[in-house]
């Protein structure tokens, strides 16, 4: 396309942009506009991009980091065939596919779930480390991001990592447009500030006019030609563009226009401007899954071995039977035990240092390009990504998660390391699956067996050691149970899970010495919960009692009463968990305070006999 063509092109993504948040009522338009003529100028000149096979291993790809654009998205799409204008037209309606933030459940070609900021450029380090450590194909990432999100930290903990790994198949462009929701931002129009800090992460740097499309193509070209260093293409924009009324205007944003058709009379009125995108290059399919079997490391029962030993050894193993398996870790690994990865798949190995947030970005992206990230960390310090995680669940991403150094039975290193949240963290989220082994064996083969499950899959590790209870060759399917004590003539339930199983046993056999016989029901799986085991118990005993090595609220005290929660009488239940605000002590010292170790789980145990039978 020429100059005219292509300024064209860009008062057309306007149009369009107005157009579908007239017909939903709301929107944002003004953002889209700000942004037309750098997404003109992409999309006409420099992406390669074959929409008919979103997943052509050679196909350039595009993030949307600023999700809220997404009419300037949804236009761009139209531009090129993906999407008609009847299609456009029917965005933010109930059923459509063009959804007030973009998401890759509902279009294949949109590579992750945006509109939380901070999200789009981390994601793009990601799938841009995949393209040059892993896929080996010069296919572009280009990310789109607004100058009001650059205030979040995720975006320089993704500077610095792009910038360290020199990810020059990376691009950023930066739409400082001035206006953020309720005025202006931080740096307004000062397009160095946003340079020297990419300068600064060892990024290469333009600066443009965002309006200027031979400025922009220039810019792009420059890019694409730059080896060693990512490029941010900083563009000085206007919000509204185009339109008299809206054109850096406040008060504007996220609003239909109100006059839509004088606004498009404006712009020059309705166009059906097709552009055909470059045809992306020819590139080799994605990796071949390796087809060894898979030999996982096995103990004997009686063994003490720490169920993070027993994660790194597993992971090891499952890298090398399966080809497509990756490992990350922020710069924990000695601890978490990743380390063990590392040694026999260094090329396979990401380290993301200590910044949580773009470890989990950076899974989000390699598994959009195929492979299966295991990302681990302290349990505590996942809490700092919870945002990736949550958004990941709305992109659909299938990745791993292993969060170790779980509870207060990590001892004297006090709270602040001490994960006591996360498995209530993690149960909320939409469709995952969350899993706390107690033994080696067991941790294995639910390492291996998070391979082959969808969605956000979140394994629990300890840091001490702890005797290894089953076999080898037992086998743990997800949403089950073990019973590990039962009789006819048994008074409660036990339930518990990882550290405090354990402690439940040595329970049992204290309280089956005085006569009193109880279950104990190893809940490995914690989502989904075995409900037929917890109801049968439930029907067979008269008593739960749950004890867990984390806060009372959303863990495992609750998934067993979601077993209950179908209209059928629910059970008398009891729960042990930490309630207090630990300190620094031993292991045992910290289990004793917090009132979930043998001792304290025996007492309660009588307690609740003692009361069963009074009349």
Same mark, same amino acid.
């Given at each position: ?127 841009? *480390?995949? %393209? $040059?450590? +892993?896929?080996? /194909? #010069?296919?572009?990432?280009?990310? =789109?991001? !607004? ?104 008060? *504007?944003? %996220? $609003?239909? +226009?109100?006059? /839509? #058709?004088?606004?498009?009379?404006? =712009?020059? !009125? ?346």
């Amino acid at each position: 396309m020429n100059h005219a063509e292509l300024v064209d092109l860009a008062q057309q993504l306007r149009v369009d942009s107005v157009r579908a948040a007239a017909a939903a009522g709301s929107g944002h338009p003004t953002s889209s506009m700000s942004a037309a003529d750098l997404m003109a100028v992409l999309l006409a000149h420099h992406l390669r991009y074959d929409f008919d096979r979103p997943e052509h291993p050679g196909n350039d790809r595009f993030v949307l980091s600023k999700g809220h654009a997404s009419p300037l998205l949804y236009s761009a799409y139209k531009a090129a065939g993906a999407v008609d204008d009847e299609e456009l037209l029917t965005f933010r309606e109930l059923g459509s596919r063009l959804e007030g933030h973009p998401t890759p459940q509902r279009l294949p070609w949109v590579e992750t779930a945006t509109g939380s900021l901070g999200q789009g450029l981390p994601i793009g380090v990601g799938i841009a *480390l995949a %393209g $040059k450590r +892993l896929d080996h /194909a #010069d296919y572009r990432v280009w990310v =789109l991001c !607004g100058d009001s999100e650059m205030a979040e930290g995720s975006i320089w903990e993704a500077a610095e990592h792009a910038g360290y790994e020199r990810l020059d198949n990376l691009t950023v462009i930066v739409d400082v447009n001035r206006l953020g929701q309720r005025g202006p931002t931080r740096h307004g129009h000062d397009l160095d500030a946003y340079a020297r800090r990419f300068r600064a992460f060892d990024w290469h740097t333009v600066e443009i006019d965002g309006h200027d499309v031979e400025a922009i193509d220039r810019a792009y070209g420059e890019a694409a030609s730059t080896k060693g260093q990512p490029t941010a293409i900083i563009a000085r924009t206007l919000k509204g563009k185009g339109v008299k009324a809206t054109e850096d205007r406040e008060g *504007l944003h %996220g $609003k239909p +226009l109100k006059d /839509a #058709d004088e606004a498009i009379e404006e =712009l020059g !009125g309705v166009r059906d401007l097709h552009v055909r995108v470059h045809e992306p290059p020819s590139g080799r399919s994605l990796h071949a899954v390796g087809d060894s079997t898979l030999d996982l490391p096995r103990w004997e029962r009686g063994e003490e071995v720490a169920t993070r030993d027993a994660y790194g050894r597993a992971l090891a193993a499952l890298g090398t039977a399966q080809a497509d398996v990756v490992a990350l870790d922020g710069e924990v690994g000695d601890s978490t035990r990743s380390e063990f990865f590392a040694k026999e798949h260094p090329e396979r190995y990401f380290e993301c240092y200590i910044a949580e947030q773009q470890m989990v970005a950076t899974a989000v992206g390699l598994a959009r390009r195929g492979w299966v990230p295991y990302a681990s960390t302290f349990a505590a310090f996942l809490t700092r990504a919870y945002d990736f995680v949550r958004m990941a669940s709305v992109s659909g991403s299938g990745i791993n998660l292993n969060g170790s150094h779980s509870g207060v039975s990590i001892g004297q290193d006090g709270p602040s390391q001490m994960g006591l949240e996360d498995l209530a963290m993690m149960r909320t989220v939409h469709g995952s699956t969350v899993l706390y082994p107690c033994d080696a064996n067991q941790t294995a083969k639910l390492v291996a067996a998070m391979a082959d499950l969808d969605g956000i899959r979140y394994l629990r590790t300890s840091r001490g050691e702890s005797p290894v209870l089953y076999g080898p060759d037992e086998e743990f399917p997800v949403g089950g149970s073990k019973v590990l004590r039962s009789s006819t003539g048994d008074r409660l339930t036990i339930v518990a899970a990882g550290v405090t199983l354990h402690e439940a046993l040595s329970a049992a056999d204290a309280l089956g010495a005085e006569g009193i016989d109880v279950r104990v029901i190893d809940l490995y799986s914690v989502k989904p919960v075995d409900r037929a085991t917890l109801r049968q118990a439930a029907e067979e005993t008269g008593c739960l009692l749950t004890v867990e090595d984390h806060r009372e609220e959303g863990g495992i005290g609750d998934a067993v009463l979601d077993a209950f929660l179908d209209g059928r009488p629910v059970p008398r239940l009891v729960r042990l968990a930490v309630r207090t605000m630990p300190g620094s002590a031993t292991p045992a010292e910290q289990l004793h305070a917090a009132g979930i170790d043998a001792e304290s789980i025996a007492a309660s145990a009588r307690l609740l006999v003692e009361e069963a039978v009074v009349p």
